[in-house]
């Protein structure tokens, strides 16, 4: 079973698929509590709340997350997955500059999550249908849309944020995915960003 319980400490560790932004963190904190669950902690895609896991209303848990778009994960499988997803979308937002070019994206996931790389790939691919270098591409460049809709950063600003090594690499990466250039999709008023949680499904 994915979840966790730390018999020391008397919490459980829940996993939650979907849990993509601090919105999502808010209001999955905020509905659990209305279950009467006393929430330890929360992050991205894990809350740990008081109580054996054995003991808690795991069935209101479920159908209360599925009815706010999230899902409980009781999957080992699963739940590797949704850590790798996790691992890939704090770096593609968080690290900037120098920083996203300087760091590998294989050692980065081996270090968050302790598992040799080629089993988490393919496993990834196995369960995904893309590879894990894939849904790295389809993040950054969702990030990238985000960016050019805000309109505060040169197209020259993003490839840099985003720890591209030039212009042209992410101007071929968009129009690969996107089907538009930059400039297009720029001047597009319609929004077509997928939600982070979509990013990588058909």
Known sequence: MANEQFPDTGTSKLLIKNMVCNRCIKVVKEELEKLGLDVRSIVLGEVVVNGKYDVLPVERIKAVLE??????????RAKLIEQIKLVILELARNHAGS??????????????????YHYLSGLFSSVENITIEQYIILQKIERAKELLKYGELTLSEIAYKLGYSSVQHLSNQFKKVTGLTASQFKNMTENIRKPLDKVGSV
Do not use: P, R, T
């Not at 920083?99 to 294989?106: G, L, M, P, Q, T």
């Open 67 to 76: 009815q706010n778009g999230f899902e409980l994960i009781e999957d080992k």
């Open 99 to 116: 920083d996203a070019e300087d760091i590998k994206y294989s050692d980065y996931i081996v270090k968050n999550i302790g598992m040799d």
